[in-house]
């Protein structure tokens, strides 16, 4: 079935250290977004990529969607103690519902 | 605040009662979606709503699950005889639809129910 796969799971880092969470579609993507959770907290949107190969960067943060929109990554450089959450990616097939990952609970130790 | 707001924002019940959850979206926004969150997990689609028309549900839910949106604007969750297995974060989620670039998704606090 048409499912959004996400890894790792969980990711303890030192504060400064880099993280990366990687999202994986056996089928097409339309369009993939990403968003954060903080613990006792909802989903907030960070950001949308659609194209493909597509690179977006918000300070700190850099997005990837794969060539073949299979794929996306989020990278953290210099991790700060803010930085803590659940990262979830949601792909999306056709423009039609989303399929959110099973996040990557990230801990980053001061 | 993301202008998404829920009621209840806690539910508690016994198993076999019926709860209704509901959701009122950002104004102007199309798009209402339903999803249900249980801990280490990501939220799971349940039904979604453009406008007043109800167009897609997840074939995960079962009967019991029914959800409205008669005017467009709020809508309305209900489960009938709920279960144990029903307990979980009821999250509400409005986009303005449309083209990709503004069909952002903002949830709202959402609607944690525990079934006792």
């Known amino acids: 079935g048409q499912q959004v796969m996400q890894i790792p799971q969980y990711q303890h880092v030192q504060e400064g250290e880099d993280f990366t969470t990687y999202c994986n579609s056996s089928t097409t993507l339309s369009n993939i977004q990403w968003y954060k959770q903080r613990p006792g907290g909802h989903p907030v949107f960070l950001i949308q990529?659609?194209?493909?190969?597509e690179v977006k960067k918000q300070k700190r943060l850099t997005f990837q969607f794969g060539e073949a929109k299979k794929n996306s990554s989020l990278h953290i450089t210099a991790t700060q103690t803010t930085d803590v959450g659940t990262y979830f990616c949601a792909g999306r097939h056709n423009f039609n519902k989303f399929y959110f990952g099973s996040g990557t609970k990230l801990n980053v130790k001061p | 605040d993301t202008g998404v707001s829920q009621n209840p924002r806690h539910k508690i019940t016994k198993r076999g009662q019926n709860v209704t959850f509901r959701c009122d979206p950002i104004?102007?926004?199309?798009?209402l979606y339903w999803y249900r969150q249980t801990l280490g997990q990501g939220p799971e689609f349940l039904t979604y709503?453009?406008?007043?028309?109800?167009?897609?549900k997840s074939r995960l839910l079962s009967d019991r699950f029914s959800a409205e949106r008669p005017k467009g604007s709020f809508s309305t969750l209900e489960i009938q005889r709920t279960e144990q297995g029903d307990s979980a974060m009821y999250l509400c989620?409005?986009?303005?639809?449309?083209?990709?670039?503004?069909?952002?998704?903002?949830f709202g606090p959402g609607t944690r129910l525990t079934v006792l």
């Open positions: 104004s102007e926004h199309n798009r």
């Open positions: 709503f453009q406008n007043e028309a109800q167009l897609e």
């Open positions: 989620a409005s986009s303005l639809g449309g083209q990709p670039s503004t069909d952002t998704q903002y």
């Open positions: 990529l659609v194209k493909s190969g």
